[in-house]
């Protein structure tokens, strides 16, 4: 029987996501990986449980996480029955629909079937009667915005989700799915863009956009896949997500450039007496727009590393300056 730390909420800090009721922890923890069919079990539970214990209440999933592809979601439907179920109104649970899921031409993309059966399978497998985010999880180039827009708003008054999302839109793209929700009368809760030191690419509009809107902003990816840690600068470690899981992290892409500017970036978070990861995802949380750092861990302690945030000292103008000089336009 799971009993969580008592103290869970005085140890996070929550922030408002856009002018919305809902607060995010400033840091959620993501299950893209470590909770398919090559974790094992109770790893995953104490990575479920580790990071409530700090309180990140927040889990994000995806129709297609795995491997294989709806595994973290069945996965995670069997964590809920274990631990969750108490304390599913403690959480917010995200899923998505638009990448590739199933065979044809319905297991993919923006439609209206694509968006609704997908949610259908997700809280088969999860076990849930609503999901809290439901996220168009990429735009569709021919799909009219209208109908993927008009399918999440008829998902929130069904009751299946309780707000809605976009992933991965660019910034014009985000304006038209912001003003057909609004129209519709289903405000866009968040976007979930990448966003780190090394992936800078959201200031060039789309948290002006975001912060002018007053919709929420979730960061995905802020360490880079693990990039922006120091695992790497003395080559790939057998139990890093390189070294065993290249699926989406190459280890061609561990290039001496990179290596080059992580190092120079860890002079800057030692100086600030701080990891590189703590330093990585602190600097991605301090402009407000971005409500939450989405992060992924495949060993507790990475989370409770992660989670010194909370504590730590702000950037000085000098440090931020330092900063922009090694990853400015990268
Ligand atoms: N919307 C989208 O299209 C999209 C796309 C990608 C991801 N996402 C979401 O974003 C989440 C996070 O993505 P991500 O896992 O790539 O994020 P990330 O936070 O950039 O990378 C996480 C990885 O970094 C390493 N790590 C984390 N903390 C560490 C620490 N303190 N010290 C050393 N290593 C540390 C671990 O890798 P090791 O295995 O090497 O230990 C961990 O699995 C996903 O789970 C998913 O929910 C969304």
Not at 234 to 256: F, N, W
Not at 309 to 318: K, M
Request: contains cysteine.
């Amino acid at each position: 029987m799971y009993h969580p730390e008592a103290s869970r909420y005085t140890q996070m800090i929550y922030r408002r996501c856009g002018a919305s009721g809902i607060k995010l922890p400033i840091l959620s923890l993501g299950l893209w990986h470590n909770f398919g069919d090559i974790t094992p079990f109770g790893v995953q539970q104490q990575l479920l449980r580790t990071a409530f214990d700090h309180g990140i209440t927040h889990f994000d999933l995806a129709n297609n996480y795995g491997p294989p592809y709806g595994e973290a979601e069945r996965n995670f439907g069997i964590h809920m029955q274990r631990d969750w179920r108490p304390h599913r109104d403690e959480l917010i649970i995200s899923t998505k629909a638009g990448y590739d899921m199933w065979p044809g031409p319905y297991g993919n993309f923006g439609s209206r079937k694509t968006l609704i059966a997908s949610l259908d399978q997700s809280l088969k497998r999860m076990g849930l009667d609503y999901v809290d985010i439901f996220y168009h999880h990429r735009p569709d180039p021919e799909t009219p915005i209208e109908e993927t827009m008009g399918t999440l708003d008829a998902i929130v008054r069904s009751g299946k989700a309780l707000y809605v999302g976009i992933s991965n839109y660019q910034s014009p793209q985000a304006a038209v799915a912001i003003a057909t929700l609004k129209a519709l009368g289903t405000p866009l809760l968040i976007h979930q863009p990448s966003y780190s030191l090394l992936n800078r690419w959201v200031e060039g509009g789309l948290t002006q956009l975001l912060r002018e809107e007053r919709v929420g902003c979730i960061a995905f990816a802020p360490l880079q896949n693990g990039k922006l840690t120091t695992k790497y600068l003395h080559g790939i470690p057998a139990d890093s997500r390189a070294g065993h899981d290249p699926r989406y992290l190459k280890p061609e892409s561990i290039t001496p450039e990179l290596l080059d500017t992580v190092s120079r970036l860890n002079d800057i978070a030692h100086d600030r007496g701080q990891s590189l990861a703590e330093m990585a995802l602190q600097w991605v949380l301090r402009d407000e727009v971005i409500t939450s750092a989405l992060i992924g861990a495949s060993k507790p302690e990475q989370i409770v590393e992660n989670c010194k945030i909370v504590s730590a000292a702000p950037f000085t103008q000098e440090e931020l300056d330092r900063i922009d000089a090694l990853t400015r336009k990268k």
